[in-house]
């Protein structure tokens, strides 16, 4: 059946369309060129906004850690729970939203895709089990690597690249993961030890290995399999006051390899000041606008009550002081990393809280390529993705944002130039921002574009002056040519899909891992690699090419 | 005959994968351990039954019907036992959600224990590779988690830690005597028995926080015990809640949970609560992700309602008018009271106190059939293979029958 | 105005879910629609009540007739809910306001997260009086309690407010105690005041068990124990005989375990 959208304003920063009046044609859940056929249906969006489906590149929304955290913000379920209505199926939670809840709130807010950045190779068979639970939204898991303790081992016995990315490429493969993601690279395996801060240049308690050589070895190697998406980073010594040394000592780490940092706010923090906490937004801005192999994303705090959860046991034992409530869990995880919980409400009164939220702000405006600069708030770390488009109203609309900032702790506008930073995001800018750019940084060819062969994943906006209306209540979400959401409801179930890579890699390393699963894991290799049929009951994986050195 | 090696053994939560089985007509056989547990469930295997309506034989559509109509006309029905895989727990919370039944799992009271503490102040907490690897102390307390997981020292405590320098641990036992299975198992590994009641396990561990800080007036033993775990470096306090003595041992955990958080302060130190039983980690891990709340749960009204107190299982089912239990890792199930509507999913040859209105017999999780379950320590899910087949539906496919048949019209 | 009297329809059956059923909505009228769950299912509250005008203006009076009602003025701020019988579990559970009075028992979790207001119960309440929900850290926060006896873990984590019981309590009274005040005129089980951190626990008599982690703070004539009766006759409960000079009381403080200040006041009658 062939779709006709007529006459819609197409945001599509991929093909360089920028708001420009156009048809789009359906065919088999695909974006087609106009075959000069006359239609089946014809959907009029003459004055609509239209845009590719948006994509989450950072959400923290299937796995241990999550489930954790509902378990955790056990009050948040009491007070907020969901009724089945519909296709929609019962859950609840905001921060921590039930599997269905999650999928159903993305997809009304537009976005067809979006990716667990912290996975674990213990872990990713229950992360893949959760995500096939989450309907109509695509979703990947990125692995954690760089404090397993195999892989430090290798590091240490003076292994060579090739033997490093065998073993990423293995583990990739092994767990059905789409890129490679390290969190705190020799921090977590440190707090084991007993180690609770992180120096760079430091050599680990018992693999001797310090953190900045992790970092390299794994940006190389990621590079050298050809995974689509730069080395994912959460970096050293999150939420600590003067860690934007240990941000910038990283990218100098990766010496000039692609690398991305994530929820870059949390790591963007100078000592000045009477309080001896600042903004080193601009700092880092203009690193990342001077270095194009450098992406990031801000992971932006909003007010009120949240969750935060990682992998990085060592921040999150620093920050369990601060839970509210008064409740935290850490684990350590299996010889390959760990997690961390801790709930937290940021409070606009107190000055900490309200300059990280103009921190993110002016990462947002002083990065001037929306390609290489991401929407996040760490879902749910900074705030529940839910919040994302009151954050599309604070960047695009200044008088707004500042008429916010003046309602926060009274020393934050002398702390930071947020006030004078007069940028509005345009539509085009946040159509790259929320889908081309992340849909190009992780190699996802045919999605967060509206171009000829791309999944028919649309979304259609009345374009509205309140940004965050018009950005809440999407009127038409198509996911893969189908219509799922109309005006906010669910008209359609659909299941999406995972997304994952294969790099190439020599067979031979699975010999030497396997060797020390055998003598220390308690689990057969056999029974710790996911084959493909376990993913959504067999239909589930979209495979993404890797090519060694292009990326 | 055929021999099955590496075998997946989801039956106590310890997760083990090593063993071997033989198969001779459709019988089996452990030869790899003596693990009573696995040798149990494994040696279990009696022919397939036809499923059966008021004690009669009848076709599976006739019992799937008749199953439905139990629940669509019930009041106040109760989907519990859950002892299953992931996909039949999948399965279990639709079919509850239709119906607006509460869900529990049969092991859910030892669960608790933990559970109820974590829920309300969380911990710090561990895992068996780490244990192995790492763990240069271990502090077991209370009765011998080995009396319900045998094969926990041999798998997780006996082969010498890789990632600890210098590569050796010692075992305390504190509340608790250690099997003689276990004294034998933990061969060459030294070890010591602090006496004391599984009363007693609160106030002991509140006597160790103290002594961490201030040894003076400690008991003989405990101010000893505090100096070990402040020099150990990686210290795991273990414990099989389900094994402690009383109603409300879930103040136990939290004082065990609060030592090790004190010990924490100094050096590093973990918890292993230890279970696993029937897949109640895995079900819970699945209630929590799907409901955004855990077992003990209604769905009437369509709204999850999470209370360990009124919808534990063993509460509910006086309320409840109609049961539907899940039992496929074991050939048992409850007595109800009568005036229930009872449907049993259960493994053939399970013996009833009094015959269920329906019975549908199904295979077993790693016997029958390949399943998804969760290891104990929560994080590790493992894919069992299948072994044998008797011709069983599985309760996944049973659960998902059932919900087919309820009428179409809106749940409530 | 008149108040409210609802009488079950049916005795037995599934317990009854009454969240939502509270003395504010007889102002806005529309009671007898107002959702409740018995069972599996939503139905309206006059499918299971017989509604009629009776009793005080801002009053429900509820007759349980056999059936078992929980939640029963859970989360109330005004008015008055009298129940003549027994109330099943949770009942006045996050009370803010007004005034709960239940002649017969009831059972577990009554009281749980109270903020305020007056929870008045003739009979024995079950375990778990003023303590917390699941998940939460703290449990009742203020308002105040009078029971004729209690089960287990009564005052559990409390945070401020008061439960008075005129007979015995179970066990593990007052554990995890962070302020308020809890008088026992009877028995107490072991674990009383286990892991105190403050608060005081007011007691008739020795507990059988004493709590381990309690020191000896010596005998004191306490002024506030003499207000604190004065309170609690003004309010229609005094749990206690009381001799007729001065209020003395033996001291226990603690629990140190976990360097807590509360304190186990024993009455002197001597």
Not at chain 1, 173 to 196: C, D, E, H, M
Not at chain 1, 223 to 242: A, Y
Not at chain 2, 116 to 125: L, M, N, P, T
Not at chain 2, 389 to 400: F, M, T
Request: net charge negative; charged share 20%.
């Amino acid at each position: 059946m062939l779709t006709k959208l007529a006459g819609g304003r197409i945001y599509d920063p991929a093909q360089g369309r920028d708001g420009e009046v156009g048809d789009l044609f359906v065919r088999d859940g695909r974006i087609v060129a106009d075959p000069g056929t006359e239609p089946d249906e014809t959907i009029d969006l003459s004055g609509k906004v239209v845009m590719a489906g948006a994509i989450d590149i950072h959400s923290h929304i299937a796995g241990g850690k999550v489930n954790l955290a509902r378990l955790l913000m056990a009050e948040e379920h009491r007070a907020e729970p969901v009724t089945a209505e519909g296709l929609c199926r019962c859950g609840g939670g905001v921060a921590t939203p039930s599997t269905h809840v999650t999928g159903c709130r993305y997809a009304q807010m537009g976005y067809t895709a979006a990716f667990e950045p912290a996975m674990l190779a213990s872990n990713a068979r229950h992360a893949h089990l959760e995500m096939a639970d989450i309907p109509l939204i695509d979703t990947g898991g990125y692995l954690v690597l760089g404090n397993d303790d195999l892989f430090l081992e290798l590091l240490a016995s003076g292994a060579g690249e090739a033997a490093i990315a065998d073993y990423v490429g293995w583990m990739l493969t092994a767990t059905r993961s789409l890129a490679v993601k390290s969190v705190n690279p020799g921090g977590i395996n440190a707090f084991k030890y007993n180690q609770r801060k992180l120096d760079v240049d430091a050599v680990g308690p018992f693999h001797a290995i310090t953190p900045r050589r992790i970092l390299a070895a794994l940006a190389a190697a990621v590079r050298r399999l050809g995974v689509p998406h730069p080395l994912h980073l959460h970096g050293f010594n999150l939420g600590v006051p003067g860690n934007v040394e240990a941000t910038l000592d990283s990218i100098a780490a990766v010496d000039g390899l692609p690398l991305h940092l994530t929820h870059v706010q949390f790591h963007a923090y100078g000592t000045e000041g009477d309080r001896r906490f600042s903004s080193a937004a601009t700092q880092i801005a203009e690193m990342v606008n001077r270095t194009p192999t450098l992406s990031i994303d801000v992971g932006q705090i909003m007010f009120g009550q949240t969750v935060t959860a990682s992998a990085d046991t060592m921040a999150q034992m620093g920050n369990a002081g601060h839970a509210h409530p008064k409740k935290w869990a850490v684990m350590d995880i299996e010889c390959d990393a760990g997690c961390g919980v801790v709930p937290f409400r940021y409070r606009d009164k107190a000055f900490v809280n309200a300059l990280q939220w103009a921190i993110g702000l002016e990462l947002f405006l002083l990065v001037t390529d929306p390609w290489r600069i991401f929407l996040t708030t760490d879902h749910p770390n900074g705030a529940p993705f839910t919040s994302y488009p009151e954050l599309i109203r604070l960047l695009m609309d200044r008088d707004y944002r500042l008429a916010k900032l003046a309602e926060l702790h009274p020393d934050v506008p002398a702390h930071c130039i947020l006030p004078s930073l007069a940028r509005e995001y345009t539509l085009g800018e946040i159509a790259t921002m929320t889908r081309a750019a992340p849909a190009r940084s992780l190699g996802l060819k045919d999605r967060g574009h509206l171009g000829p062969g791309a999944a028919a994943d649309v979304v259609v906006y009345t374009d509205r002056p309140d940004r965050r209306a018009m950005f809440e209540t999407p009127d038409l979400v198509f996911k893969d040519g189908r219509l799922i959401v109309r005006d906010g409801v669910m008209v359609a179930l659909a299941a999406g899909r995972t997304h994952v890579v294969e790099p190439g890699h020599d067979p031979a390393i699975e010999a030497w891992i396997d060797r020390r699963f055998e003598a220390r894991m308690g689990q057969k290799l056999a029974h710790f690699r996911i084959s493909a049929d376990e993913i959504r009951d067999g239909d589930g994986l979209v495979r993404h090419d890797c090519r060694p050195g292009a990326f | 005959m055929a021999t099955h090696c590496d075998v997946v053994c989801p039956f106590c939560g310890l997760g083990c994968d090593d063993l071997t089985v033989e198969e001779d007509a459709g019988r089996l056989a452990v030869r790899s351990t003596d693990c009573p547990v696995a040798r149990e469930r494994f040696g279990h295997t009696p022919p397939a039954e036809p499923p059966r309506v008021g004690g009669r034989p009848a076709s599976f559509d006739d019992a799937v019907r008749a199953a439905a109509e139990i629940l669509w006309t019930s009041r106040a029905p109760l989907v519990a036992g859950l002892g299953t895989d992931v996909a039949g727990v999948r399965a279990a919370l639709a079919l509850a959600e239709r119906v607006g039944a509460v869900v529990d799992h049969e092991r859910s009271e030892g669960l608790y224990r933990n559970l109820a503490v974590f829920q309300r102040s969380g911990w710090i907490a561990t895992t068996f590779a780490e244990l192995r690897n790492r763990c240069d102390l271990l502090l077991v307390v209370g009765p011998d988690p080995a009396a319900l997981h045998p094969r926990f020292y041999e798998r997780w405590v006996v082969p010498p830690p890789a990632l600890q320098a210098p590569a050796l641990r010692e075992v305390v036992f504190l509340c608790g005597e250690p099997l003689e299975t276990t004294r034998a198992a933990l061969g060459e590994v030294p070890f010591t028995v602090i006496p004391g009641d599984a009363t007693q396990i609160g106030a002991v561990a509140a006597a160790l926080s103290t002594a961490l800080t201030d040894p003076t007036g400690a008991a003989p033993g405990i101010a000893g015990l505090a100096e070990r775990l402040r020099a150990a470096h990686y210290a795991v306090v273990a414990w099989a809640a389900a094994g402690f003595p009383g109603a409300h041992a879930d103040l136990a955990v939290e004082r065990l949970v609060r030592l090790v958080q004190d010990v924490n302060r100094q050096t590093r130190c973990a918890g292993l609560p230890l279970a696993g039983y029937d897949n109640v980690v895995g079900a819970n891990q699945v209630c929590t992700w799907q409901l955004g709340v855990p077992l003990r749960t209604s769905l009437a009204g369509g709204a999850p309602r999470h209370d360990p107190h009124r919808f534990a299982w063993e509460r509910f089912q006086h309320a409840a008018d109609a049961v539907l239990w899940i039992s496929a890792f074991r050939p048992e199930m409850p007595a109800f009271a009568t005036g229930k509507a009872v449907v049993a999913l259960a493994q053939p040859g399970t013996a009833f106190a009094a015959e269920p209105a329906v019975v549908i017999p199904v295979g077993t999780p790693g016997i029958d059939h390949a399943a998804h379950v969760f290891r104990g320590d929560s994080i590790v899910a493992l894919r069992t293979g299948h072994l044998i087949d008797r011709g069983l539906p599985d309760v996944a496919a049973v659960l998902s029958a059932i919900t087919a048949a309820l009428p179409q019209e809106a749940s409530c | 105005m008149t108040g409210l009297v609802l009488t079950a329809r049916e005795a037995g059956g599934p317990p009854i879910d009454l969240t939502g059923v509270l003395p504010e909505r007889l102002a806005d009228g529309g009671v007898a629609a107002l959702p409740v769950i018995r069972g599996r299912e939503r139905v309206r509250l006059d499918e299971l009540f017989e509604l009629r005008d009776g009793g005080p203006s801002g009053t429900l009076i509820l007759r349980p007739n056999g059936a078992v009602l929980d939640n029963v003025g859970a989360g109330m701020a005004a008015g008055e809910i009298v129940v003549e019988g027994h109330c099943g579990d949770n009942a006045g559970a996050g009370m803010r306001g007004g005034a709960l009075l239940i002649e017969g028992d009831c059972g577990a979790f009554a009281a749980a997260e109270m903020a305020g207001g007056r929870l008045r119960v003739a009979g024995a309440a079950g375990d778990f009086l003023g303590a917390p929900l699941a998940g939460s850290p703290r449990g009742m926060r203020g308002g105040s309690v009078f029971v004729g006896r209690a089960g287990d873990r009564a005052g559990e984590r409390m945070r401020r407010g008061l439960i008075a019981v005129q007979g015995d309590v179970g066990g593990w009274c007052g554990a995890r105690m962070i302020a308020g005040s809890i008088v026992v005129g009877g028995e107490a089980g072991a674990g009383l005041g286990s892991a105190m951190r403050r608060g005081s626990i007011l007691l008739a008599r020795d507990p059988a068990e004493p709590t381990p982690g309690f020191a000896d703070g010596g005998e004191h004539e306490l002024l506030f124990l003499e207000l604190m009766r004065r309170d609690l006759m003004a309010a229609g409960a005094w749990p206690m005989e009381f001799p007729p000079a001065g209020i003395r009381a033996r001291r226990l403080i603690g629990d140190r375990t976990v360097g807590g200040l509360g304190e186990l006041l024993v009455l002197s009658y001597t």
